[in-house]
């Protein structure tokens, strides 16, 4: 059965041109070109990703991202224009999983669409066995079996790659990991010095645990060196 991807652009040469190679993959594209006809598709298609496009005519795509994630957690990719680390933060702070800055190579593009779909479809059929498969920090309760996780019994609302995050953390709970060995173990892919993609998710995953900023209880930062779970 093909996979079914969503794809946002105002712009119809660039939406042609992924829609081209995408179905040369055997997905199945569904082209939008404002943030309110993407949400009626959503509402309609059962889809397995988005790709994004940061400029739209009636909502930006940061918003539309958060809009999505209040009810969605199938992969988001971020198209921009825009080069500033601050715009690639927001956009992983808001809940996408990846981006990638225009003009592209859409061979890149289908490359990034394939990685987050594999990452997707094995959180949702379960990960391979490991020594325990749920694990209790002080509260906080995370299930590989159901791919859930509790804080003090409330269910928090995790995206597959934040699951990813914490569990590996935790797993490890007591040694600290470098940015890099929880990029290479969670992303699959080689770490760069100047990738932020790290932080901004470990920020996101602090927000959605009621973390304070300068006292954390759970995920601790080691400066220069990594995070902790204590």
Not at 33 to 39: M, N, R
Not at 196 to 225: C, D, Q, Y
């Amino acid at each position: 059965m093909p996979q079914h991807i969503l794809v946002v652009d105002d712009e119809t040469a660039i939406a042609d041109l992924v829609e081209v190679y995408l179905t040369g993959e055997g997905f199945t594209v569904h082209k939008c070109h404002t943030a309110a006809d993407a949400l009626a598709c959503i509402r309609s298609t059962a889809l397995d990703l988005a790709i994004l496009d940061v400029m739209l005519p009636d909502m930006d795509g940061f918003a539309l991202c958060r809009r999505i994630r209040e009810t969605h957690l199938f992969p988001i990719l971020m198209l921009t224009a825009k080069v500033e680390d601050l715009d690639k933060i927001t956009g992983l702070t808001l809940g996408a999983d990846d981006y990638i800055t225009k003009p592209f190579n859409p061979l890149e593009l289908v490359a990034r669409v394939k990685t987050q779909l594999r990452r997707y479809t094995r959180y949702n059929q379960g990960q391979p066995p490991s020594s325990s498969e749920e694990l209790d920090v002080r509260g906080l309760q995370i299930s590989r079996n159901t791919h859930k996780c509790t804080l003090f019994g409330e269910e928090l609302f995790l995206t597959p790659l934040e699951f990813s995050i914490l569990w590996y953390l935790c797993e490890k709970q007591g040694r600290v990991v470098s940015s890099e060995e929880l990029f290479e173990a969670v992303w699959g892919e080689r770490y760069m010095d100047s990738n932020n993609t790290v932080m901004s998710h470990i920020a996101r995953l602090r927000g959605k645990l009621h973390e304070p900023r300068r006292n954390p209880k759970f995920i601790k930062t080691v400066w220069g060196v990594g995070y902790t779970v204590e």
